[in-house]
C-alpha cells in the first residue's frame, strides 16, 4: 500500500520524520499526534535561520518592505486559500485561533439582522470556541444556545444570527455535514461561521463552493506551521465591506501609517489584521506551506480515508477484542482524518504507547487520539500502531470500568 | 564617552552589529531605530535553531510538556517584571499589543464602578490605543474622551473607570508622568491603564512602587524580541482576582486540558492568556531578553539622557541653522529615549540618512525619530548620525515650508 500511495516517499520526504523520537534507541518512531503538531518540514530551519540572521540580523527595519514582512499576512492568507477552497483576497493570518473567533463571531453578529437575539455553538465543539463565543455574545447582548450539529438544521430559527460549528470534532473526528448545515443556517437567515482547525489539510474543504460567511482554523496542525504558529480568518467577499472587527487595531486601518487618531477600516481581508504580525512564526508557516506544491487533496482524501481504514482494521486484528471502541464513524462520509478510540485507563495506555514509540494522544476521560497526516503518515506506521496498541493491552491488566474514571 | 561607559563593549558585544547594512559598502552604519526594532541579540539564532530542530522536529508535542512551551507566557512574564518594577506572577506574553490593550481595558471598565460612564483615552497616544479602546468602549457602553496627558489630573471624574496612557510619546519621545498621573487616578477612584511599549527597556518603570493597575508594551523594541514578537500584559495583584478577560480562550482556563464545556478562569495572571502560545517567537524573546542580564536600569537611564543630549549638542554643531527642530523635551525628566526633529522634506531626508548608513524613521507629515537604545548605541554613533544628518542637509536644498508638507 505504501509502495502504491501517490503521496509517498517524494511528500513524505518533506519533513523530518527520521530523527529519533527516543535519542536513546534511535528509534524513530510512529508519530500520530500530526492532528495536534504537525511534523517539522525540511525546509523551514534554513528559512528562519535566513528570517532571523539576514532579514532581522542585518536588514533590520528595511525588512518591514524589503523582505516583505508587512504583507506576508495577507500573502500566506492567499497560499492557504486554496487549501480551504478560497479564492485570493478572502484568508488573513495571524493572531491564535480563539482571537480569530472573537472576530468571526462578533463580526458576524454585527452582520446579522436587527431581531436576532441569540448564536448557536456546536454543543461539541473544542471547548475555547464555546467560551469565546460566550464572551462575544455577552458583549453584543446576544444568548447563546448549544445545539448538537446535526440538530442545527432544527434548531435555527429567525432570531438566529449565526451557528458556530466544527467541521470536525475533535475528540471524535466526526466530520460534519458542512454543506448542510450552511444550507439549513442560510434558509433560516443565519450566517455559518466554521471552526477548521481539524480539516484544513486533511480533506478538501470548499468554504466558497457552499458559501460559508465565516471561517477560522490554526496552522500548527496539518498545516505544519510550527509551535502555536498563527491561525487564520475567512470572511466570504460579499460580507468584507460588512466585516465590522472588535479588533480594530492599526493594521486594519485604511492607511496604517498615517497615524490618524480616528480609524478607518482598510478594504478586504485587511480588515481582519489587527496589531503588528508576528513575524518568526509566520514565515515559518509560509515555508512550511511549501510541502503543499504538486499535492492533490483529492489525493489527500483517498488517502487519509484509507490509512484510518486500514488502522481499524489492524486494531480489530491486533488488539484483544472488547478493549478498545471506535467513536469515530466508520461511514467515510462522516469521518475526518483521526481515530479515537474508547479505552479502560485511557491515559495510562497512552503513557506506555509513547513510551514504545508510539505517539497519538490522550482526551479525558478514557479516549486514545491517532491522527492521520495524509502527506507523511504511512501504511507500516498505522500498521505498527496498531499493533503495539495490542502489545501494550496485552501487557496492561484490563481496569475495572467502575473505577477506570480514576485513571482520566 | 564610550570608552567610560559601563554599558560599552560587553553588553554591545551581545548584539549582532557588525553585519553590514549594506552588502555593498560593507559598511555596518549607525542604527538608531531600535526604538521600532531592536538589534538582534547573537544568542538568539542559535536557540531558535535548536527549538525548531530538536524541539519541535524530533520531540514534536512532547515539548509542551518537556521543553516548558505550555508554561513560557508566565515565564518569560516573570523574566520582563523586573524590567517594569513587577514581582514574579504579574506580566504574561502573548498576543499583540493591541489584543493586550483590548483585555487591560475592558478588563479595567469592568473592574471600575457601576456609575462609570466614560474611559479617558491619552489625545497624543499611539493610534491603536485609541482604535482599541473605542472598540473596548463601544462594546461596554461607555464613552470615550480623549484627554491631553498633562490634563488628566484635572479632567478625571468621578465617573471616569480609567485611562489609557503612554508612558512615553511614540512621536515626540516625551516621558509622561506615570507617577503623577495614576496618584491623580486614584484620587478620582479610576484606574491607571499605562501603555509601556516605548519606556519598558529605554528608562526604570515602577509599575508596583506607584500603584498601576493595568499595563501593556510590546517586546520588539527595547526589550529586543524580533519582528512583531509577542506582547505582554501586567495586572496588579490586587485585581487579578478580579480580572474578567474578555478574551477567555481555554489557555486562561482553571484546567485547560480537562475541555469542560463551561469557563472558569485559572487563578492569577495565567487568567491574561487565550489561545495556544506562539512558541518560536516566545522562546526567541526569551532568549533576548538574556542580554539584561547584570545590566542596571540606573545605568541605561544615565546613558539614555546622556546620549540624547550628546546628540542634541552634535545637530547643534553640525548640522545648518534652522533646518531641524526638537520637538522632543529637553528637560530630562520630561525625555524618553529617542530625539524627533521636525524638519521641512523630512521623508525626503531620511530617505537620504539611510542610504548614507544612518537609519532612524520618518513620522508624518515631518518628523526625524532617532531611537537610543543604551545597551547598544554609542557615543561615536549618536555622533555620526548627526555629522550625516549635516551633510544631508547641506546636499538637499532647503524646501519652502508652505509645500514641505507633500514631501510627507
Known sequence: ??????????????????????????????YLDGNSLGALPRAVPGRIADVISREWGEMRIRSWDE??????????????????????????VGDSTSVNVFKAVVGGIRMAGKGCTEILVDATTFPTDGYIARSAARMTGLA?????????????????????????????GELNDLPGITTALHSAGALAVWD???????????????GVDLAVGCTYKYLNGGPGSPAYLYVRESLQDRFDSPLPGW?????????????????????GRVGTPDILSLLALETAL????????????????????FFLDCVAAYVPPGRVRSITPYDHGRRGSQVSLECSGAAEVMTELIR??????????????????PLYTSFAD??????????????????DPRTAGAGG
Not at 499576512?73 to 484568508?91: N, T
Not at 438566529?160 to 475533535?170: G, I, K, M, P, S
Open 196 to 210: 477548521l482547525c481539524h480539516s484544513a489539510g486533511a480533506l478538501p474543504v470548499e468554504v466558497e463552493r457552499y
Open 144 to 172: 447563546v444556545r448549544p445545539v448538537e450539529p446535526t440538530r442545527i438544521a432544527d434548531e435555527v430559527t429567525e432570531r438566529t444570527a449565526l451557528a458556530l460549528v466544527n467541521h470536525v470534532d475533535y475528540r471524535t
Open 382 to 399: 498505522a500498521e505498527r500502531a496498531a499493533w503495539v496498541l495490542g502489545e501494550v493491552l496485552r501487557a496492561l491488566p484490563e481496569q
Open 251 to 271: 493594521n486594519s486601518h485604511a492607511e496604517p501609517f498615517g497615524m490618524a487618531p480616528d480609524y478607518a477600516p482598510a478594504d478586504g481581508i485587511v480588515r
Open 67 to 92: 523582505s516583505g514582512w508587512w504583507t506576508a499576512p495577507e500573502r500566506i492568507g492567499d497560499k492557504i486559500a486554496p487549501l480551504i477552497g478560497a479564492s485570493p483576497g478572502r484568508v488573513v
Open 290 to 309: 511549501d510541502v503543499w506544491d504538486g499535492v492533490s487533496l483529492e489525493d489527500v482524501r483517498t488517502k487519509s480515508l484509507a490509512l484510518t481504514d
Open 356 to 373: 514504545r514509540g508510539v505517539v497519538g494522544d490522550f482526551r479525558k476521560p478514557d479516549v486514545l487520539r491517532f491522527g492521520f497526516t
Open 1 to 30: 500500500m505504501d509502495a502504491a500511495d501517490p503521496l509517498g516517499a517524494t511528500i513524505r520526504d518533506r519533513f523530518v520524520l527520521d530523527a529519533p523520537s527516543d535519542r536513546a534507541s534511535g528509534d524513530a518512531g510512529v
